[in-house]
């Protein structure tokens, strides 16, 4: 089995337009939710989110292309150019017939959706633009990618709700130590924040209308954000040889199935994810310093996924710390997994632990220490990350810091 | 306008060129129109007509509506405007 090093990444989101700007407001524990702007918010119960702002698509994309690119695949390209520049590959011969790209979404082009139907339903026309369908594929941000840096290898998309990202991730690790592809790029990416995306979240009455607050006993529901996380996963010989800068090792993962609620999360399932996660690593539970929580700021989610860490963790969980940056940049769902991945590279890189900030008042029933409102330093050996989608669904992957 | 002017002009934008630069003799591939580019121009001349393009991508030479030539689209799509002027 090979090893696999993380040689690049990239992100765009609510806290910034690329991984310096992310990192220093997740050091900072700058929250990037506030109201959100579109057409037909007054029409909405929840007006809050983690809008990627500031941002101007005729900028990074001509007008051919922005015929084509939906906002979630705008948000992949830009995650993905930032990435593979940082890794310095060119894709070519060889190594192009190899490697490729597998990416998570969940909604696909829901602002292409929202637009359409609009304009079909609600304006009575009958016509729509011919690109209605290769926009809103989930498929087009990896199929973008690939045709944006000629990657010919496997590639595909996953989508398993709010563990879309984490599982792809997987997915193309285990194809670089396997030996399949000398690197692979994987991330995720989503844009739901149109009129239909949260009135759709609306009806499931888990949203909060003032603040993601994640363990907190006063927290009352999860935020949506936008935006996009991307990776370069390469065999570590290979990089090594070129003298690629290394980020991070990638140790292991696992994934499990609840195999029981819809919706409702499973101690069991989450568990089960996690200690799978160690065994594959090869990983002493003592030596994770870290666990980028899922925490999504749900009284289900965060009390059952507490409960799962002291399950597998027993008298070590009070000793690690844990901590959800989604009350930073909110739940970007198949995006979410790739852009929290960012928080354990820099725990285990620079020894900086991220807070979780919004928390105000201590829940018994997350007794962990969760870093409230302030990132702290820490040398953090080994850092997971959690995802456990709707569905049951969860997926859990393990960083390593490198040696030396 | 009359209706070839416009229907040039809006196949130079597809082929980001000057309508001066679009002569009735061109064929799209000459101007470097792919079948994307194709379907994208035919949204554009349906909305901008308000007319139904009998055209079909899966085989465009069996489509009752020639696209040999820009001169070809231009004379058809007077056709359809006229016929649909007519039935509306």
Known sequence: MKRVVITGAGTINALGHNVPDTLEAMREGRCGIGELTFRDVDRLAIRIGGQVRGYEPEERFNRQQLSLYDRFTQFTLIAAREAICQAGLEFSGDLAARAGVVLGNSGGGMTTLDENYRSVYEDGKNRVHPFVVPKLMNNAGASHVSMEFNLKGPSFTVSTACASSNHAIAQAFELVRSGASPVMIAGGSESMLCFGGVKAWEGLRVMSKDACRPFSANRNGMVQGEGAGVFVLEEYEHARRRGAEILAEVAGYAMSSDAADIVMPSKQGAARAMRGTLRDAGIDRTQVGYINAHGTGTAANDKTESAAVADVFGRHADNLMISSTKSMHGHLIGGTGAVELLACIMAVRDGIVVPTIGYDEPDPECALDVVPNEAREACVEVALSNAFAFGGLNAVLALRRLPG | ?88
């Open chain 2, 1 to 88: 306008m009359n209706t070839k002017d416009r229907v040039i002009e809006i196949i130079a934008e597809q082929a980001v060129l000057d309508p001066s630069d679009v002569t009735m003799d061109s064929t799209l591939e000459e101007l470097g129109i792919d079948s994307l580019g194709l379907v994208e121009s035919i949204f554009a001349i349906e909305e901008e007509f308000d007319i139904s393009v009998p055209f079909n991508a899966n085989e465009p030479q069996q489509s009752d509506f020639d696209i040999s030539s820009v001169a070809a689209i231009v004379a058809g799509i007077e056709r359809l405007i006229q016929e649909q002027k007519e039935t509306s």
